[in-house]
């Protein structure tokens, strides 16, 4: 996705449509990474795995608000899931606001 892409994602849309359009999925890159993968029998071949980085307009326009009114925010990552099928590794993102009481 281009900053053009971005930009222009709900550029003369109706409320309704721009409030859809804003939940959809933006990729920001894409990666590959080669690998020696072990089989069961001792031998072992070169597979290729790949990934991408998503997110949405109304997550990174909600970001960019916190950023923009100098709250300070916590960013935490975790990738600690592992989806079922082939064995896919799930990194998420989320962020809080800290507030600290006395």
């Not at 307009?57 to 970001?63: D, S």
């Amino acid at each position: 996705t281009s900053k053009d892409d971005y930009d222009n994602l709900t550029a003369g849309m109706t409320a309704v449509d721009a409030e859809h359009a804003a939940n959809k999925l933006l990729v920001l890159g894409t990666f590959e990474r080669a690998f020696t993968f072990q089989n069961d029998d001792g031998t072992s071949e070169e597979k290729t795995t790949m990934g991408l980085i998503f997110s949405s307009k109304r997550v990174l326009e909600r970001l960019r608000v916190f950023i923009e009114s100098g709250v300070p925010i916590c960013i935490q990552a975790d990738g600690t899931y592992k989806l079922h099928h082939g064995g896919w590794v799930l990194c998420d993102l989320g962020v809080h606001i800290c507030r600290w009481d006395s």
